[in-house]
T-cell receptor
Framework: NAGVMQNPRHLVRRRGQEARLRCSPM?????VYWYRQLPEEGLKFMVY????????ESGMPKERFSAEFPKEGPSILRIQQVVRGDSAAYFC???????????FGPGTRLLVL | SQQGEEDPQALSIQEGENATMNCSYK?????LQWYRQNSGRGLVHLIL?????REKHSGRLRVTLDTSKKSSSLLITASRAADTASYFC????????????FGDGTTLTVKP
């Protein structure tokens, strides 16, 4: 059973471009969570999705950020018109049910030039 | 307000010694989880302890939870150099069940 997969592992974008981060949850997991980690800090919750539904997006910036988890395919975190402050590691986690252990992917490190 | 604050921020010990890290939180929780993160890598899940549990063990790890004090501790016994990493606690709180709230972590250095 493969773990949580994230790609790309590293992403470099120039200011104003779009960044698309992908997350494939563990097999059998229908709950996906996205977190952002700045250097020397802990993870900050962004959004919690269950297949085709956004359950909690209280940690998502109001503009430029969006997330989806379609019926088929990976979950996508999309950042439009990236700025330097978006540079961070973005982690995805999945769980089989709510309030269960969340298993993390290796992260995508976004660098905005 | 920060939910899940680790203490100390940094800890340096000799191999073979025990390491204790603490986590405090502010609101009622469903469960609390401890994770390890090696530098520049993803998170590895260590232990989940539910609000109705007081202590859990996993190998050299022992986690306690005191809901009256809203605190948890992670004890690593007989530490090894490979235990060098950052350790985070994450809380899954009542009304926001599902998402986890992380502290800024304790950086543990185990010297050989």
């Amino acid at each position: 059973n493969a773990g949580v997969m994230q790609n790309p592992r590293h992403l470099v974008r120039r200011r104003g471009q779009e960044a698309r981060l992908r997350c494939s949850p563990m097999k059998g997991h229908s709950h996906v969570y996205w977190y952002r980690q700045l250097p020397e800090e802990g993870l900050k919750f962004m959004v919690y999705l269950q297949k085709e539904n956004i359950i909690d997006e209280s940690g998502m910036p109001k503009e430029r950020f969006s997330a989806e988890f379609p019926k088929e395919g990976p979950s996508i975190l999309r950042i439009q018109q990236v700025v330097r402050g978006d540079s961070a590691a973005y982690f995805c986690a999945s769980s089989p049910h709510r309030q269960e252990t969340q298993y993390f992917g290796p992260g995508t490190r976004l660098l905005v030039l | 307000s920060q939910q899940g604050e680790e203490d100390p921020q940094a800890l340096s010990i000799q191999e073979g010694e025990n390491a204790t890290m603490n986590c405090s939180y502010k609101t009622s929780i469903n469960n609390l989880q401890w994770y390890r993160q090696n530098s520049g890598r993803g998170l590895v899940h260590l232990i989940l302890i539910r609000s109705n549990e007081r202590e859990k063990h996993s190998g050299r790890l022992r986690v306690t939870l005191d809901t009256s004090k809203k605190s948890s501790s992670l004890l690593i016994t007989a530490s090894r150099a490979a235990d060098t990493a950052s350790y985070f606690c994450a809380t899954d709180a009542g009304t926001n069940a599902g998402k986890s709230t992380f502290g800024d972590g304790t950086t543990l250095t185990v010297k050989p």
